[in-house]
């Protein structure tokens, strides 16, 4: 059953740190079967207020996610992630 990584990102800084941890994440989830299936982009918000990004990481199960995030290749660029006081993963 399919499994999901999400994160909400409401302040994001484009400097040279986010840069490259966008330009590697892909290649840290193909071994795990991982893909985009939202990736930030224009939101049209029906109601109340929708501030930042959302992310959304498909994966074939929840052991492939696990997997995924303890690995070495995605822990190298964890300290890159667009990570700040206003994310949230899960």
Request: hydrophobic share 40%; glycine share 8%; charged share 20%.
């Amino acid at each position: 059953m399919p499994a999901y990584a999400v994160a909400h990102l409401r302040q994001v800084t484009m400097g040279p740190p986010t840069v490259e941890y966008l330009e590697r994440i892909d290649a840290t989830l193909a071994p795990f079967g991982g893909r985009f299936l939202v990736h930030g982009g224009d939101v049209e918000v029906l109601e109340g207020s929708w501030p930042g990004a959302l992310i959304v990481i498909e994966f074939p199960d929840r052991g492939q996610v696990r997997a995924w995030y303890d690995s070495e290749a995605y822990r190298e660029i964890v300290p890159c992630a667009p990570a700040t006081p206003r994310a949230t993963s899960s």
